[in-house]
């Protein structure tokens, strides 16, 4: 089995900065790509930002210049660094990781349960 466990959200106001991370556990034979994704009260899945096994980034417009994914693969967690934080930030940010259990399975989509992060204005 693997779990994913989110930490690091909460209330802030805006301006303000959070950490967030996501530590995969369980029978884990290899880790690609490490992805942030946030959803609004009533609005849409929103992919927030991914890493690469070999660190290369992407970011959506909205979060670019502002925050920062990164991973350590020693320890299966991946973080995103949330700086200069607006009220739309407001969101669940889950994270998801395209893993395989061993070496002749086959590569899935595992999520965390999500964490809230509230921005007041």
């Known amino acids: 089995q693997v779990q994913l466990v989110e930490s690091g959200g909460g209330l802030v106001q805006a301006g303000g900065s959070l950490r967030l991370s996501c530590a995969a556990s369980g029978s884990i034979f290899g880790i690609d790509v490490m992805a942030w994704y946030r959803q609004g009260l009533g609005k849409q899945r929103e992919l927030v930002a991914t890493i690469t096994s070999g660190g290369s980034t992407n970011y959506a417009d909205p979060v670019k210049g502002r925050f920062t994914i990164s991973r350590d693969n020693a320890k299966n967690t991946v973080y995103l660094q949330m700086n200069s934080l607006k009220p739309e930030d407001t969101a669940v940010y889950s994270c998801?990781?395209?893993?395989?259990?061993?070496?002749?399975?086959?590569?899935?989509?595992?999520w965390g349960q999500g964490t809230q992060v509230t921005v007041s204005s």
């Open positions: 998801s990781c395209h893993l395989r259990t061993g070496i002749i399975s086959n590569w899935g989509e595992y």
